[in-house]
């Protein structure tokens, strides 16, 4: 298996909400941020420290230590794996993103913190270096979110983390980036990038009422490999 690829690719999308009738699933390879995908659970609790990581390695970090620093900052770069792997592009090992990000300022290190994912700088990088079209959308509501999203263009969404956990009411809104690839039936279909294996990784159904509870309104627009883009305009926002 793939580090950091859902264990169990060709099961049908998972229910945080509830069952949808027309979201099957989207065809896009799912990339935790973590190498082993299966054990985010206990990433998650606290019951395993990311440096306990198995497969920390594969990442392409020289130490544990470092893997566990970028392993929590990395939602967004799990996100462009998704969008490389689902457009038949080769997919560098995380740090090797990590690494590109930062020289474009994409992510900024400060001591113990990261600001970032920065929007605009990422967006320039990934336009010069895969030829991908991404869109700023510094204020993106949820009904036009749901009309554009699709495989061919997902949309990066900034969420709160416990979007994994759709029952929950977030203390606040945003943080985390999860890539939102289809809507349907009142219902949103994602990835996220640190959801629980078998229940909120991979083509997560959630109802479009709950994920606007910690959905931020901001998010990156996906252009299609034909260069088409969505009418947004930019600016500089992070996650």
């Not at 169990?8 to 069952?19: E, F, K, N, T, Y």
């Amino acid at each position: 298996m793939m580090p950091g690829v859902s264990p169990l690719p060709g099961r049908g999308p998972q229910h945080a909400s509830r069952p949808g009738g027309r979201l099957g699933p989207s065809g896009i390879p799912y990339f935790s941020q973590w190498e082993s995908a299966e054990l985010a659970a206990s990433f998650v609790d606290g019951s395993r420290r990311p440096a306990e990581d198995p497969r920390w390695a594969a990442s392409g970090a020289q130490t544990a230590a470092e893997y566990e620093y970028w392993s929590a900052k990395t939602c967004g770069l799990a996100c462009l794996k998704m969008i490389l792997a689902g457009r038949g592009l080769p997919v560098p090992a995380t740090m090797d993103l990590v690494r590109e990000a930062v020289r474009w300022r994409a992510y900024v290190p400060d001591g113990d913190r990261v600001a970032g994912l920065i929007y605009q700088p990422f967006a320039a990088w990934v336009a010069e270096d895969y030829r991908i079209a991404a869109e700023v959308a510094p204020a993106l509501s949820l009904d036009r979110l749901a009309g554009l999203a699709s495989p061919p263009t997902p949309v990066i969404a900034s969420v709160h983390k416990w979007v994994r956990w759709p029952d929950r009411t977030p203390p606040s809104r945003g943080g985390h980036l999860v890539l939102v690839t289809g809507a349907a039936d009142g219902l949103l279909r994602l990835h996220n990038p640190s959801g629980i294996a078998g229940v909120s990784q991979r083509d997560t159904l959630i109802k479009a009422a709950d994920f606007g509870r910690f959905f931020a309104q901001r998010g990156l627009i996906i252009g299609r490999q034909d260069g088409a883009m969505s009418p947004l305009s930019g600016a500089h926002q992070s996650s």
